[in-house]
């Protein structure tokens, strides 16, 4: 039993560490957005905003990207959870679980990412018709 729980802790720290990185980016896309309209603000240069704009998209690919990640290896635990003892190879290859649940664009279109990055969006468009 010693083997599956070490292989289980492997896999349950590679998705924390892709829930962490989609943590740091939402985060980071944040941070960058509001420093760019401080700078159109300031400097009253609209490129700025639509700069905001490219970024956002960026870190959302960026972001489905790792969650697109994170759920492969969800599926890959769920896989080892069910082997015996003696079946575990220690093995991380996740290219066998492409689900349409684990595919890229259902990742880019999952609730939690939508949530987040349309309401950004809007803002930056509303921003955009406003100062033209």
């Known amino acids: 039993m010693e083997k599956k729980l070490k ?6 720290n590679t998705i924390n560490r892709m829930s962490t990185n ?8 944040v941070t960058i957005v509001a420093a760019l309209f401080a700078l159109a603000e300031k400097d009253i240069l609209t490129n700025f905003i639509f700069i905001s704009y490219f970024v956002l998209f960026v870190f959302w690919f960026l972001n489905g ?3 697109q990640l994170e759920r492969k290896f ?4 769920d896989v ?7 079946d575990i190879d220690f093995s991380m290859d996740i290219s066998s679980f492409n689900s ?4 890229y664009f259902s990742a880019l279109t999952s609730k939690s990412l ?3 990055y349309f309401p950004l969006l809007v803002v930056v468009l509303i921003i955009i018709y406003l100062l033209k």
């Open 80 to 86: 080892v959870r069910l082997k015996s003892e003696m």
């Open 22 to 29: 989609s943590f740091y980016i939402k985060g980071w896309c």
């Open 74 to 77: 969800r599926s890959l635990y």
């Open 65 to 67: 990207f790792f969650l």
């Open 7 to 12: 292989h289980l802790e492997f896999i349950h």
């Open 114 to 116: 939508l949530l987040f």
């Open 100 to 103: 349409d649940f684990n595919s």
